[in-house]
Each structure stands twice: as C-alpha cells, then as structure tokens.
DNA sequence: GGCTAATAGATATTTTTTTCTCTTTTGGCA
DNA sequence: TGCCAAAAGAGAAAAAAATATCTATTAGCC
C-alpha cells in the first residue's frame, strides 16, 4: 500500500490524474490482479476503460491505512538508525510526526539531528505524561529495549515499533510492530541460493547435451 | 527466520545445548505450531520430549538461508541509513561482509565510517570491475536509485537490496529486494485503526447496557 | 517398572490468499 | 453508428498457509 501511494502521490505531481491497475502493475513488476485486488481492498471505485481518479484513490489508501489524521510519534534512541528515520522526510506525508526524541547519550543530550532537539530518556516520564504520543518508535540497543518499552506502557503508551533485534514481552493490549532488518536479507539470500542453484542446473544440463 | 536464529546464538551464549518449539513459541509470541512448522522447514530433527539441538538448530537455519558462506555487497550511499547498516552489528554473523561503500558527496568521500573509508561513486565501475561483490545495497536518494541500479548490473552485480523508495526497473535476471521503511508504519496503523475501533465498539455496548 | 506429561512428527482440516475466468462498461476509432 | 479493445468488477477455482488433531517417543517421577 506505501508504495501505491508512494507512487500515486508523484504521479499527481507530474499532473496525471487518472490511474490504471495496469500502469501501475507495471512500475512494481507484479501482477495486474494483484493491484486490483489491492485496491478493492480500500473500496474505491473506479471508471471502466478509463481507470482510477488519483486523487480518489489516494484518498481511498490514506483512509484505509489510518494515515488521514497526524500520528504522534516518540522516537528513543538516536543512534544512526533513529537519525535514519529523522531524515526519512516521506513520514510527514504518511501523516506520522515524530514529536519528541530521547536518548540516554549525554553526547547526545541538548544536541538537534533534523531540527529534533535530543532530550534525556530520564526525563521522558515528565515530558511526556500530559503530551501523551500515540506510538513510541524504539531504536535503542537491544539490551535496553524491553527497559524502554517497559517505560513507555507505563506512561500509557500502546503501540510500539520497534526496531531493536529483540522479542518484546508486553501485555496484552499493547501493540507491537517489530522490524527485522535482516529479513530482507535473509529473503535475498534465499532467492539467491535459489537462482543459483537453478543457473547451476541449467548450466549441468548444457553440459550433458 | 533471523528471530529464530538472533535468539538462538544468544541461547547459546547462555550455554544452552537445547531448545524447546514451546520455548521460541513463548519468546516470540506466536502459535507453537507455527514455529515447529517453520523448524520443520529447515529439514532438522529434534528429539522427542527433549526438543531440539541448540547448534544442530543454527547450522540447519543458517544452511537454509544460504548464510554458511560470505555474501559479499557493496554499499552505495553513505547517508543515514546508509550509516546505520554499517553500524549494524548482527551483519557480520549472518555472514554479510560490506567490502565497500560508495557516495557522491565530496564531503563524505576519503571519510570512514565504522571502519568503512568511503570512495567516489566515479570510481565504482575500476573498484568493483574485478573484485565484483555479490549483492549491491542501495541507499541513495530515490531520484537517483535506478541510475545506481543501472551501474551496478552493468558492473555485473545480479542480486540488490534496495532501500530507495522506487520500484527499480531491472532485466529478468536480476533480483531485487525493496525495503518499505513505511510498510511496518502501515501495518502499524492497520492494527491502531482496527484496535481503537473495537475499543470504542466494547465501549459503545458497555454504555447502552 | 510403569505412569505421566512434554515434546517431536505426521496427517487432516480449515481458512486465507492467490490466481484464473468471465462479464460489463465505455472511450476511441473507422 | 457500430465495432474493438482496454479497463473495472464479480465470481469461481486453485493453491498455499494456517490451524487443529492425532500419534509416537521418552525423560522424569513415583
């Protein structure tokens, strides 16, 4: 759905105004009834022989995705991977704004990465008791994450994405959405394991004829 | 598959000989049968009321994602994220080995990032023309991600992890996997939108009862 | 020694997802 | 005006994944 939308939004910006489920098929490589079923899913409706209003469509993903009203977001840990997510300019877009950022570096501490002032994680229970953010993002070492989660359910803090490498244990009405950084790699190796294999067999049976 | 694995090496650290499918389905948070599905996979053998040999475990994963022996990339564009995967530790025991890192920034290049010096994009096609890697991880911007692309499989490189927020064009033979930064914040926000809404339907009922 | 419970392993069932096929609409063109 | 082809839309079939159920083994305990 990002990448629909990813693509949608720069396809309005060039002007383009209306959408078929074959251009966009196309741009990812995938299936033409892959993207209609897609976009079934967010209940649009579209014109026969002409395609999808972009705007209508875009309005349609963004609803469907939740991403109409702003989301509020805290980010712990300002390491290179939560400096990563500061730069990452398209969550403005997605409606996600990070709102506050801690850290337990006194390096760190007082400095601004992307106009985002770094605060102590030790005073993350004041400044964000009234200022209650909608998700926290967790970029902390693995060590400290299940600590920080900790704290943040404690504040009242519900949904969490967390990039550290580790299985957090939280309640039950916490939601927790985990990045694997190396499961795209772990995906890549397997297709490449297996294309070579198969580069391999095809080469073998030249060989034999 | 990473998970399993992560987990794994700590428990081994630990000094742990044997696994349990109960175990690793109580760590992640997931159906028993889902993990001993996903062993089973992997074609190793446990022992009944035992479980499942710790070492026996990693070999057969690591066989199984083709991480035995050194997968060996390049990197291209040196940014935040670009230095965040440099910074990322757990690489090198999957046996991702980054040999060398490209940017086009003159106040980056000649620089060293984790250990990393960072040369001149210009100089790709002479650095890379006999030491050709395995895998091209791309972190450049998105304007410029299929003119990198385009390098890099002309260099002969078939398999590319790519970062950039763009569906890059490649022949038939090469092999991309794209990361959605913005795809786990969709999932995210799926789960919210869905979550809140029942939490407002439970208190809905609670009023009218 | 025999019972019990924990565990792997195999098979069957259900559900979900993917894929295919057919139908309907309609803009463009001759 | 009427045909054609490109597109959405709906339904069916096939494939895959998730889940459940059953069986076999065996360590630990009484």
Redesign the interface.
């Known amino acids: 759905?990002?990448?629909y939308l990813?693509?949608l939004l720069r396809m309005r910006l060039e002007g383009k105004e209306v959408v078929s489920t074959t251009e966009l098929a196309d741009?990812?490589?995938i299936e033409l009834i892959v993207v209609r079923k897609d976009i079934m899913l967010t209940g649009v409706s579209g014109r026969r022989r002409v395609g999808y209003d972009i705007n209508d469509l875009i309005n349609h993903i963004m609803s469907?995705?939740?991403?109409e009203q702003t989301?509020r977001a805290t980010l712990i840990g300002a390491?290179?991977?939560g400096?990563?997510?500061?730069?990452?300019d398209?969550?403005s877009r997605?409606g996600?704004l990070i709102e506050s950022v801690f850290d337990c570096d006194s390096s760190k501490i007082g400095q601004e990465i992307r106009g985002h002032e770094i605060y102590d994680i030790a005073t993350i229970r004041t400044r964000l008791k009234l200022a209650r953010p909608?998700?926290a993002i967790i970029c902390v070492p693995n060590l400290s994450a299940q600590l920080v989660a900790d704290q943040v359910i404690s504040l009242g803090i519900?949904?969490i994405?967390n990039f550290a490498?580790v299985?957090l244990?939280v309640p039950e009405n916490v939601?927790v959405?985990?990045?694997?950084?190396?499961?795209?790699?772990?995906?890549?190796?397997?297709?490449?394991?297996y294309?070579r294999n198969q580069l391999a067999d095809a080469r073998a049976l030249e060989a034999e004829s």
């Open positions: 759905m990002p990448t990813h693509k741009y990812m490589n469907f995705l939740g991403w989301i390491g290179a991977l400096a990563a997510l500061l730069g990452y398209d969550f997605y996600l909608d998700i519900r949904y994405w490498n299985c244990q939601i959405q985990r990045e694997v950084i190396a499961g795209g790699l772990a995906m890549l190796s397997v297709k490449m394991k294309d």
